[in-house]
């Protein structure tokens, strides 16, 4: 009888110099939706609060404005890592449009922080450790669509904090955010 074993990803680690700490880079993306292309979407990204396997709290200052579609990396330290959450410095700003049927659209998500879904644990070593790579994927297949938007020909939409729509975006970012 075989039993199923965790699924464990090994990071590459960076040396230490001066300010620079032992971890890995890992980019950050906007999760894609066929219906929409963006055109830009960056965050500024206070801090990683981090809990390891064994219930310790780390703290990793961010302090960067992340462009969520190049990606920029946000560096993280080595450990085994159990929980993770993005606490952000400002809203999530994302414009795009409908390729297909027109339309454009302009988010200003105020999110405060998302809760980042883990496939159960995260371990980031030094190498020869290291074999795979993991990303920040924010918002989940479909978080916005442009039927959601409404979007059409000459129409233009913009998600701010009055929007009816924007606490919806804003749970979907916060809560289906995922590190895989």
Same mark, same amino acid.
């Given at each position: 009888m075989t039993t199923a074993a965790p699924l464990w990803l090994y990071l590459t680690a960076l040396p230490s110099f001066g300010s620079i700490f032992i971890g890995h880079p890992?980019?950050?993306?906007?999760?894609?939706?066929?219906?929409?292309?963006?055109?830009?979407?960056?965050?500024?990204?206070?801090?990683?609060?981090?809990?390891?396997?064994?219930?310790?709290?780390? $703290?990793?200052?961010v302090s960067s404005r992340v462009d969520?579609?190049?990606?920029?990396?946000?560096?993280?330290?080595?450990?085994?890592?159990?929980?993770? $959450?993005?606490?952000?410095?400002?809203?999530?700003?994302?414009?795009?449009?409908?390729?297909v049927n027109g339309g454009q659209f302009s988010l200003k998500i105020g999110v405060g922080a998302i809760f980042l879904d883990l496939p159960a644990m995260v371990?980031?070593?030094?190498?020869?450790?290291t074999t795979a790579a993991?990303?920040?994927k924010?918002?989940?297949?479909?978080?916005?669509?442009?039927?959601?938007?409404?979007?059409g020909p000459?129409? $233009?939409?913009?998600?701010?904090?009055?929007?009816?729509?924007h606490d919806q975006l804003r749970d979907s970012l916060r809560f289906t955010s995922r590190w895989e």
């Open positions: 890992v980019p950050a993306l906007i999760e894609p939706h066929p219906s929409v292309r963006y055109l830009a979407a960056e965050v500024d990204v206070d801090r990683l609060e981090l809990v390891d396997c064994n219930g310790n709290h780390v $703290t990793k200052p969520l579609l190049s990606p920029d990396n946000i560096h993280v330290p080595q450990g085994d890592w159990c929980t993770a $959450t993005m606490v952000l410095g400002g809203p999530i700003e994302v414009s795009g449009d409908d390729p371990s980031i070593y030094q190498p020869p450790q993991t990303t920040f924010l918002g989940s297949p479909g978080w916005i669509t442009s039927a959601m938007l409404a979007l000459g129409k $233009t939409v913009v998600v701010d904090a009055v929007h009816p729509l």
